[in-house]
């Protein structure tokens, strides 16, 4: 009991920690430490301490996460997001609301080479909503857009979001990443689908293109041979990892070596924006990696104290309906996401919500996807979502807080709509990895 005690007194000292603005790997790296000198003895802790990371972390799967984010970080700084654009705005600009699909659809086909929302979510702010305010779009809108579809990234595989998942919960790399793309592309289409709607509904959010501007069909299809490289470097990825010919550590490796080569090859290749992408990596990596070492050291704590299973048991002994669980889950991760990142809010929580969710006899393949729009959505949920600061402070156009907001609610609905189509309809996500075998 006292054990107990001292496992619950842990939790509420991290929240207290993260409520302060701590680091969350120095808070969870504290409180684990911490807490199991309290239960064991000091030496045992200092002895983890010692022990844990290196044994824990120097494992091959954990390659793929640096090199998914060397990959993205090659082609956020070759300008590929600006080509992707002009694209987009190419094929739908004379549609209603055709400059804001063409940024959801050039953001989506740029995740299909990233895996970071909030870089996605930056980029597209200073590259797209400029233009769609130029050509009388409403701000509000525009801005909304951009949070909304930088979170497709982390769906829209290679994800390191999904990379992580699966190194914590031991699920299949290969099947999960697979089973983002149909979710992925729904979630765009939905998006479009729910743009033209409001738009055709209420012109004055977004104009047509005018007259003056005439598009032909030479120069849409002309526009597609900038998209050559992303859909080569997806399907080399994504397609050798589906057949089962490399794996997702040796598929990090090869995008990241392609997306190298993809910039020699457009000409946008300079040894500053190399050097640039590789220290961005490791910055982005090493803040990665603290925050899932601070979580392995929290959980081996709450592991000893008997919090993690003491709850674990609890949930699974409600007389509910399993699915009533599964939506609780789902607003755990949209509050948590309006106060941490992706990796913060796994390490602390699927070490016990993944256990639930198998005692209840769930897919852990599909529930990665449900887990991984969860985390999204709370990345642009009121009052604290963190796309929505990040589009307010890399947009040129000056924005609110509560005009991005305002924009994004909408695709919220949109988001929460999608998210109980696939949890009542499993299938869908998990179609694609049930032809792939045994992995």
Not at 47 to 62: D, M, N, T
Not at 153 to 162: F, G, K, V, W
Not at 229 to 236: E, H, N, P, R, S
Request: proline share 5%; aromatic share 10%.
């Amino acid at each position: 009991m006292e054990n107990l005690f001292i496992g619950c007194l842990g939790v509420v000292i991290l929240l207290l920690l993260l409520v302060l603005q701590t680091p969350v790997g120095f808070a969870l790296g504290f409180v684990g430490v911490l807490g199991y000198a309290m239960v064991m003895t000091p030496t045992a802790a200092l002895a983890v301490l010692g022990v844990l990371p290196f044994g824990s972390l120097a494992v091959y799967a954990f390659m793929t996460v640096p090199l998914f984010i060397i990959m993205g970080m090659f082609l956020e700084h070759s300008d590929m997001g600006e080509e992707l654009f002009k694209t987009g705005n190419l094929w739908f600009g004379n549609l209603r609301g055709g400059l804001i699909m063409a940024t959801l659809f050039a953001s989506a086909a740029f995740g299909a080479a990233s895996g970071s929302s909030l870089a996605n979510s930056a980029i597209f702010s200073r590259l797209a909503i400029p233009q769609m305010v130029k050509a009388g779009v409403d701000k509000r809108f525009a801005a909304g857009a951009v949070a909304a579809v930088g979170t497709v990234d982390a769906m829209i595989p290679p994800s390191i979001t999904m990379v992580i998942y699966c190194i914590i919960t031991n699920v299949s790399i290969a099947q999960t990443l697979i089973a983002g793309i149909i979710p992925g592309i729904f979630t765009v289409l939905v998006y479009a689908v729910m743009v033209y709607v409001r738009v055709y509904r209420n012109p004055s959010l977004a104009p047509l293109r005018s007259s003056d501007v005439i598009v032909t069909w030479r120069a849409r299809f002309s526009s597609l041979k900038g998209l050559w490289g992303i859909l080569a470097l997806f399907i080399l990825v994504l397609g050798g990892i589906y057949i089962g010919m490399i794996t997702p550590t040796e598929g990090g490796g090869i995008g990241a070596a392609g997306a190298l080569i993809l910039t020699i090859l457009t000409g946008r290749f300079s040894f500053r924006r190399t050097i640039k992408s590789l220290l961005d990596a490791g910055n982005s990596t090493s803040q990665v990696f603290f925050i899932i070492l601070g979580g392995l050291l929290f959980s081996r704590f709450l592991s000893i104290t008997g919090v993690a299973g003491g709850i674990i048991e609890w949930v699974a002994s409600f007389d509910i309906n399993r699915y009533a669980i599964v939506v609780g889950i789902v607003l755990l991760y949209a509050v948590l996401g309006c106060f941490l990142d992706a990796t913060s809010m796994m390490i602390i929580t699927l070490p016990i919500v993944f256990p639930i969710i198998k005692k209840l006899g769930f897919d852990g393949v599909w529930f990665g996807i449900i887990v991984t729009m969860s985390i999204e959505l709370g990345l642009i949920t009121p009052p604290l979502g963190l796309n929505v600061y990040v589009v307010k402070s890399a947009s040129p156009v000056p924005l609110s807080l509560g005009e991005v907001f305002q924009g994004v609610i909408w695709f919220v609905v949109m988001d929460l709509v999608i998210l109980a189509i696939l949890i009542s309809f499993p299938q869908i996500s998990l179609f694609l990895p049930s032809l792939m075998g045994p992995s």
